[in-house]
């Protein structure tokens, strides 16, 4: 059976669940491999313990930058999850009468 109607938008744009980073006790900033627009859409734990947002920035959206340094721990200590997509909105196109 024939489609009908305007074709499925196929501009999505995937991300990285997750993003892991080795903490040394002395830096504080880390590059985010996805875009993001506030604090509010990454979720940051370290050592397993979530962070509050206080304890961490992302000053020019991928760049994570924590106001003390994360704790020296072998492994991946760090673990950045991302919660929005900073990408581009797909909007429906009109209906055609």
Known sequence: MAYIGKDVAT??????AVQRFNGDG????FTLTTT???????LVSVDGV???TTAYSVP???TLTFTAAPS????????????EV???????????K
């Open 36 to 42: 993001v627009s506030s604090v509010q859409d990454v």
């Open 11 to 16: 501009a999505y744009q995937s991300t990285t």
């Open 60 to 62: 020019d959206g991928s």
């Open 86 to 96: 900073g990408g581009a909105t797909v909007t429906p196109a009109a209906e055609n």
């Open 50 to 52: 979530v962070q509050d």
């Open 26 to 29: 002395s830096d504080t900033t």
């Open 72 to 83: 020296s721990n072998s492994g991946n200590n760090i673990f950045v999850y991302f919660l």
